[in-house]
């Protein structure tokens, strides 16, 4: 009889053996995909808050762009007797280093003159009837269009060529 009892016994603890492995596995189990959802969820804020910096820096800058505007206009309206006053030289400086500075960030101005019309890049202000262009093609910046990496920030405001109304579309 001892040794039914000592192979019951051993039953037993092979039985109690095999379920804290089955456990022990389901555990690894729980632990390994509770650290791939722990990953994607630290993979997930982090690009969200990547987005947020992009769209707050979009925020920022679309509210510098106008201030650019109106030094770019500024140093074109100054008369030639006056080039080379320190004052102009300073609202010159200030405006290639604003330029400089938002192009670090990530700001690119958008090619207009002379391209086919882009409704994803422009904006369609005037159109000229005109045989001297293409029918869509742009043959004027009416305000610079900016990109901020690869999303448009503001649409170029353009002329935009059309054929005259007396011609007929080929």
């Not at 037993?12 to 995909?33: G, N």
């Not at 405006?95 to 882009?118: H, N, P, V, Y």
Request: charged share 35%.
């Amino acid at each position: 009889m001892e040794e039914n009892e000592v192979e019951e016994t051993l039953e037993e603890e092979v039985d109690k053996l095999e379920k804290a492995s089955a456990e022990a596995a389901e555990y690894l189990d729980q632990l390994q995909r509770s650290q791939a959802e722990f990953s994607n969820y630290k993979k997930r804020i982090e690009r969200e808050r990547e987005e947020f910096v992009t769209l707050a820096n979009g925020a920022l800058i679309s509210n510098l762009l106008p201030i650019l505007d109106d030094c770019e206009r500024a140093l074109k309206t100054v008369p030639d007797n006056l080039q080379g006053l320190t004052w102009v030289e300073g609202i010159s400086l200030i405006a290639r280093r604003l330029r400089m500075t938002l192009e670090q960030e990530g700001l690119s101005e958008i090619e207009a003159t002379r391209m086919k019309f882009d409704p994803e890049l422009h904006h369609a202000a005037v159109r000229e009837e005109t045989n001297e262009c293409e029918e869509d093609e742009i043959i004027g910046v009416l305000q610079k269009g900016y990109k901020l990496h690869d999303r448009v920030l503001r649409p170029a405001m353009v002329r935009v060529a059309a054929k005259p109304s007396g011609e007929s579309k080929e």
